[in-house]
């Protein structure tokens, strides 16, 4: 005779993970699946593009006793939900800053403007060549 199987409510935030118990079924989130009674715990891995994977470790609870009280096998969490969390972007590729060229200067007049006032136009400094007078 087979195991009976036990139903396993899976599901994720954001939803539409791809969900597969280590018992072999899966499915997209939100979803049920059904899966053999497991004698011992068993895990529901949950991936989804541009999010870390995520693993959800699942206790198995057998309880003895007639049918009218409680179900005699009990999933625990259930259902079970994973939080992905999103990837971290791949890290950039490391560019050499180069130093940035001059820009060519456009106009005569721009170089003379910032140079220093020659003595003829009143400079409070007066010209290298007068000192040695």
Known sequence: MAAPEVPVQLDSVPQGAEAKTSLGPGCK???TVSV????A??????TMDKYQPATIPVQVIRNSGDFNSSPPVVMDPSPVVAELQPAAPAPK???HMRPKKPKPQKSAAAPAAAAPAPAAT???FPAP????Q
Request: glycine share 8%.
């Open 93 to 95: 590729a490391v560019k």
């Open 129 to 132: 060549t007068a000192a040695r």
């Open 122 to 124: 009143g400079s409070a």
């Open 29 to 31: 989130t939100p979803c």
């Open 36 to 39: 053999p009674a497991p004698d």
């Open 41 to 46: 715990g068993f895990s529901v891995t949950f």
